[in-house]
């Protein structure tokens, strides 16, 4: 399968719809900070506007030596050329996936129960899997139920050698625990573009996966 993106960075950016910042400019202005994973969310978008943004998207990463993932679509993943496609519960099956991506791109997968968890591990064809969520976030419509630290130790747990990069509501002040979980690494949205202070966001959680000590989770 393709590599695992935790060995480049420990930091997943991911998009947002409906931001008054638009995706092309979140992307630029994510990479230009030191984001070297970008993963693009459009959710209820039509598709000719989604293929022309991600397109647009690809092109901003490739620039920067960024990952690109496409959430949603391998379709959409193949048409403009990204590293790769994320897949949830409701899109195509992850065996499936893998055969239309073929072995060099990533393919990574979410998961919010147990059974998921024990599915992914069993597949045999992720890259890795989004794990959550840690807590409440808006950026989901259909928000499964919060795991808290101990249900994301849990999951991790389960996946055995797939990495579990940890989503949901995330500040930097989770990482040190993050840490002791076991998890390959964070995904973030709502922290990465808050404030429009992108590049010191991003910095702050650089700084903590690189630099500030794990701190075990006593629950």
């Not at 070297?36 to 989604?50: E, S, Y």
């Not at 959409?76 to 055969?99: F, M, P, Q, S, Y």
């Not at 147990?114 to 976030?137: I, M, N, Q, S």
């Amino acid at each position: 399968m393709a590599l695992d993106p935790s060995r480049r960075q420990r930091l997943m950016a991911i998009t947002q719809s409906g931001d008054p910042m638009p995706q092309a400019e979140q992307v630029s202005r994510l990479c230009a900070a030191g984001v070297r994973w970008i993963q693009m969310r459009m959710k209820d978008t039509p598709r000719p506007l989604w293929l022309e943004t991600a397109r647009e998207v690809a092109a901003i990463c490739r620039r920067h030596g960024t990952i690109c993932i496409i959430n949603d679509s391998v379709d959409i993943a193949l048409e403009v050329g990204a590293d790769g496609a994320h897949l949830g519960r409701t899109d195509l099956d992850w065996r499936e996936a893998r055969k239309r991506l073929g072995p060099d791109r990533i393919l990574g997968g979410t998961v919010n129960y147990t059974w998921e968890a024990e599915k992914a591990a069993k597949a045999g064809c992720l890259d890795y899997v989004g794990v959550g969520p840690l807590r409440f976030t808006r950026t989901k419509k259909e928000l499964a139920p919060l795991q808290g630290y101990e249900g994301v130790k849990g999951l991790v747990a389960i996946l055995g050698d797939i990495p579990g990069w940890a989503i949901g509501g995330i500040e930097v002040s989770d990482v040190p625990v993050l840490k002791s979980l076991g998890v390959a690494g964070s995904a973030v949205c709502s922290a990465l573009l808050r404030d429009g202070t992108v590049d010191k966001n991003v910095r702050a959680f650089l700084e903590a996966w690189a630099t500030v000590p794990a701190t075990p989770f006593n629950p």
